[in-house]
């Protein structure tokens, strides 16, 4: 059996997706039973470099993003 | 988005069997030099990117089932043949080598939604995998088509545990099982609580 990988981060509960602050506030407590499975595994998603964006976006769209108030 | 990034990479390089990554922001709505819709930049992209450039994932998959088109997804990765895009719409589409699709659901008043949803991927999606043959399948599921959510389209639980077996099995059939399902839109806290998790098991029950 392989191992599935859950990756969140906890200020995705905090302020998760612009449309409403919080969506994800039940987790990761309402996967517990499932995290408590052996190949259940919870990783922390790491915060993506420039580097990375600029694989496929315009070098601009950082600062726009950045300055947008949302 | 960094968080689907590493889950692609593990996933493709068989690190992990399958991943489902929560996200702080939307990303299929972010094209190259734009972004909006919720959506800052395109993780699922920048994922396919950042795994072909480890040597991993040359052919990608993806079902958007967000209840808003993937313009953003669809805009940059419109002149690859290695990426297979299907977005479930209200229009049908077709590029000319059959990569790209927009998959039409046949609404009817008196049929159920979930069933109907769902007839609109289960006869497509799969037969394109099998003749694609990629190394990575990538479901961008929202749950804003809900009922009672902001995309609503009548849809309910059945809609997504079934959707939930479809792309693990075309998973299973097609790419060795290596799936990475990417949360996208939906807002009420109510429903990720519900809908999320069975889709966890799904994943786990088949890795």
Known sequence: MGTTGVFYHPSFSRRSYLTVGRRLADFPGAIEPLLARSHVLLCESPRASDDLIRLVHDPGLIPEVEADPL | ?207
């Open chain 2, 1 to 207: 988005m960094g968080g689907v990034v590493e889950a692609m990479r593990r996933v493709a390089a068989g690190e992990l069997a399958n991943a489902f990554a929560f996200i702080g922001a939307g990303g299929h709505h972010a094209g190259r030099r734009s972004f909006g819709g919720y959506c800052c930049f395109n993780d699922v992209c920048i994922g396919i990117a950042a795994a072909r450039r480890l040597g991993l994932a040359a052919r990608v998959a993806i079902l958007d089932t967000d209840a808003h088109h993937g313009d953003g997804t669809r805009e940059i990765v419109e002149d690859d043949p290695a990426i297979l895009h299907a977005c479930v719409c209200g229009t049908a589409y077709a590029s000319r080598d059959g990569t790209k699709r927009d998959l039409a659901v046949a609404w009817d008043a008196a049929a159920d939604p979930d069933a109907a949803y769902l007839a609109a991927v289960r006869p497509v999606f799969p037969a394109l995998c099998r003749a694609f043959q990629p190394d990575l399948v990538v479901w961008y599921f929202g749950f804003d088509g809900h009922r009672g959510d902001y995309g609503d389209m009548g849809l309910g639980p059945a809609c997504f545990r079934g959707l939930a077996d479809l792309m693990a099995e075309v998973a299973a059939e097609a790419a060795g099982g290596r799936l990475v399902v990417v949360l996208g839109g939906g807002s009420r806290t109510d429903l990720a609580t519900a809908l999320i998790p069975p889709i966890i098991a799904r994943l786990a029950d088949a890795a």
